[in-house]
C-alpha cells in the first residue's frame, strides 16, 4: 500500500507542489504494486490534501493584507453587514419619499413615461447624494431659491407638486 510521505503527498515524487498532478501523473508516480481503487482513494487523498494546503498558504500569504482583512475578518464582516442594512434603509426611506412626493404617480415603464421615469430617477439620485426636499425644485424646472419657473411650466404643475422643504434626514 502507498503510505503518506512527511510532506503528506502521497507516492514518490512529492517535490513538486506547485501545482496539482492529475491523476495520470499521480498514479505514474506510485509503487506498481497498487490496484486500481486503491490509485483513485489515494488520488482523492492527495487532491484534499492538496487544496487544503494550498489555501492555507494563500492564507498565510495574505492575512495580513488589507483586501483579505476586509473581506474575510469577522470584526470587518459585522461592520460591512451593519452598513449595508444602513444602505438599505436609506435607500427604502428614499423609495417611500419620492413615492410621497409624487414622483410613482401614474408612472409606466414605457416610452410615453419617459420623462416622468427620468424625474423619478433623478430624484432618487438628490436624495441618495444627500440632497433635500429642496433641491428637489430644480426637477420641476424652478430656481432653488424663489418660486420662479427656470423654463414655461404650466402654473397648475408647479401647485400640483408643491415640494416640503424639510429634508430627509
Known amino acids: 500500500a502507498v503510505v503518506s510521505t512527511q510532506s503528506g503527498h502521497y507516492g514518490r515524487d512529492s517535490n513538486e507542489d506547485n501545482f496539482m498532478k492529475r491523476f495520470k501523473q499521480f498514479v505514474m508516480s506510485?509503487?506498481?504494486?497498487?490496484?486500481?481503487h486503491e490509485a483513485v482513494d489515494n488520488y482523492k487523498k492527495y487532491k484534499?490534501?492538496?487544496?487544503k494546503n494550498s489555501i492555507t498558504k494563500f492564507y498565510k500569504a495574505h492575512q495580513n493584507e488589507e483586501w483579505f482583512r476586509e473581506k474575510f475578518h469577522p470584526d470587518y464582516l459585522v461592520r460591512k453587514k451593519?452598513?449595508?442594512?444602513?444602505c438599505k434603509i436609506k435607500r427604502l426611506e428614499i423609495y417611500k419619499r419620492i413615492q410621497e412626493?409624487?414622483?410613482l404617480d401614474d408612472l409606466?415603464?414605457?416610452h410615453e413615461d419617459q420623462d416622468k421615469l427620468m424625474?423619478?430617477?433623478?430624484?432618487?439620485?438628490?436624495?441618495?447624494e444627500?440632497?433635500?426636499?429642496?433641491?428637489l425644485t430644480i426637477l420641476d424646472g424652478r430656481d432653488r431659491n424663489?418660486?420662479?419657473?427656470?423654463?414655461?411650466?404650466?402654473?397648475a404643475k408647479l401647485k400640483k407638486k408643491k415640494v416640503p422643504t424639510a429634508t430627509l434626514r
Open 30 to 36: 506510485l509503487k506498481d504494486d497498487v490496484d486500481e
Open 48 to 51: 484534499t490534501k492538496y487544496k
Open 82 to 86: 451593519k452598513d449595508l442594512k444602513q
Open 101 to 103: 412626493l409624487g414622483y
Open 108 to 110: 409606466g415603464v414605457c
Open 119 to 128: 424625474k423619478a430617477l433623478d430624484a432618487a439620485v438628490i436624495l441618495m
Open 130 to 135: 444627500g440632497g433635500s426636499a429642496h433641491d
Open 146 to 155: 424663489s418660486d420662479k419657473p427656470l423654463v414655461a411650466i404650466p402654473v
